[in-house]
């Protein structure tokens, strides 16, 4: 699989970034607040208005945005945001098959917790919850924009793990804004780096 | 019957009056606004019983018409008015006539062609009062609807986006507004049935009864009309959700919150 963005723009965004991840790949993206990361994320996702073509090639077949339909696109191309959001009251109902007892130990989340509403849950247990919903519908791209920010460094790298082994495992690739220097070099071995800032284009 | 006299309704809005000057009292600072309402009240229902006079004794379809499209309307613009959020304003203007005007109109046509059959069909006695109670109750519940799907659409923005980022349709990430919307229009008109012949006299079976009208035939008049107002709350509720769910996302079902001015 290769995932492919050419000459993204969506507004907050300083220049169009183009860039190119094949599978079980991840790439880093950092730089200053305000600098349209997530903006970039939103817009690889189709989730905002945005100029520039984005890719994956997908059993020999390549697919765009604009060839199937946007929720399809956006189940294969995932955004996962920083904060998180419940619609239903117990954190089960937003599951439609059962998680395993494995896949939760693995990010350190106990069994009871899925079974209780998301107001009494902390913001970094969610956060665990939110990747895991999202997992479910096995895309093909993780954009993930700080979804470690609330996690204490064991937790932290338990997502990390995760994270690697789906990618692994699903032949995947991950995009993950992240302004943790040290989160970026244990994820470096595997990663490339985008730099976002106020003068330069994306480059490795 | 026994008339009233003006002199009695003068006699009468003293008590408006003195409630004002007590509220004054109290501390209530729109006192100007009540008289305000009051007056306007009092014109608007004059002037319509005088438009009436001549409506009634012209019979003229074309007359019947222009009072109803004027009725539609104001009801559409009183719509838009009770919103906190609305749409740009000629988005607006459509989702709130379209809504109302659909649904009372043909049910109008419908009850009077089919259930009280005057002649003819259009008979302004009886088409225009019909027409008023469903309008009156239909914007209301559409007001209500509209108001809850916008201002919880700003308000859980980030659970529509959540859900749309899941792969969900801009259908499915709404569903959860449109139950509360639905809820929000239609309990008033549950609770309105609940209470009909216990706890209130409606309206106009109360003005029946006073103009000497055998209770029974009062009754059953009152039926129908409410049978009426739950089918055009209800349908009408409908149709302005699925129009004002359509414009809060654009063609490639992104939400849009853009589109929506803030009122209040």
Request: aromatic share 8%; net charge neutral; charged share 15%.
């Amino acid at each position: 699989m290769i995932f492919e963005a050419q000459s993204i723009y969506a507004s907050g965004m300083l220049n169009p970034v183009s860039l190119s991840l094949s599978a079980g790949q991840i790439g880093m993206i950092s730089g200053e607040s305000g600098s349209g990361k997530s903006q970039f994320l939103k817009a690889l996702a189709d989730l905002i208005e945005h100029q520039g073509e984005t890719l994956v090639l997908d059993n020999q077949a390549w697919l765009n945005q604009q060839t199937i339909t946007p929720a399809h696109w956006r189940q294969k191309v995932m955004y996962f945001s920083a904060e998180t959001a419940w619609w239903l009251d117990k954190i089960s109902a937003h599951f439609n098959e059962p998680v395993s007892d494995e896949t939760l130990a693995a990010i350190g989340l106990e069994r009871r917790l899925f079974e209780q509403n998301p107001d009494q849950l902390s913001s970094g247990e969610k956060q665990r919850f939110a990747l895991l919903r999202g997992l479910a519908y096995q895309p093909k791209v993780l954009l993930l924009d700080e979804i470690t920010a609330n996690l204490d460094p064991k937790t932290e790298q338990q997502v990390e793990q995760l994270i690697q082994d789906y990618v692994q495992q699903h032949q995947a690739c991950a995009l993950w804004i992240s302004h943790d220097p040290q989160q970026q070099m244990r994820l470096a071995s595997s990663a490339l780096h985008w730099q976002f800032n106020a003068t330069a284009e994306g480059n490795t | 019957m026994i008339f009233i006299s003006y002199w009695d309704l003068v006699a009468l809005s003293s008590l408006v009056v003195l409630l004002g000057v007590v509220l004054w009292l109290n501390g209530f600072k729109r006192v100007p606004s009540l008289y305000w309402s009051t007056t306007r009240m009092v014109a608007q229902l004059l002037f319509m019983g005088i438009w009436l006079t001549y409506v009634f004794t012209s019979e003229n379809l074309w007359l019947v018409a222009l009072v109803s499209v004027i009725m539609l309307g104001a009801a559409g613009y009183e719509i838009i008015q009770r919103q906190q959020y609305r749409f740009a304003k000629w988005h607006a203007l459509l989702i709130g006539f379209l809504s109302i005007s659909l649904t009372s109109l043909v049910l109008l046509v419908g009850v009077l062609t089919l259930t009280i059959q005057p002649e003819p069909w259009y008979q302004p006695q009886y088409a225009i009062p019909l027409l008023g109670m469903l309008l009156g109750n239909s914007m209301t519940a559409i007001g209500l609807g509209l108001d809850t799907m916008t201002r919880n659409a700003v308000q859980m923005r980030a659970r529509i986006e959540a859900q749309l980022a899941l792969g969900k349709t801009a259908k499915q990430s709404l569903e959860f507004i449109k139950q509360q919307s639905l809820h929000a229009a239609m309990i008033p008109v549950i609770n309105m049935l609940v209470a009909a012949g216990i706890i209130s006299l409606p309206g106009m079976m109360t003005g029946q009864i006073l103009a000497g009208i055998a209770p029974i035939e009062a009754v059953k008049y009152q039926i129908l009309i409410m049978l009426l107002i739950v089918a055009s709350t209800g349908f009408g509720t409908l149709i302005a959700l699925h129009l004002a769910g359509k414009q809060l996302f654009d063609h490639r079902q992104r939400l849009r919150l853009d589109g929506l001015i803030k009122t209040k």
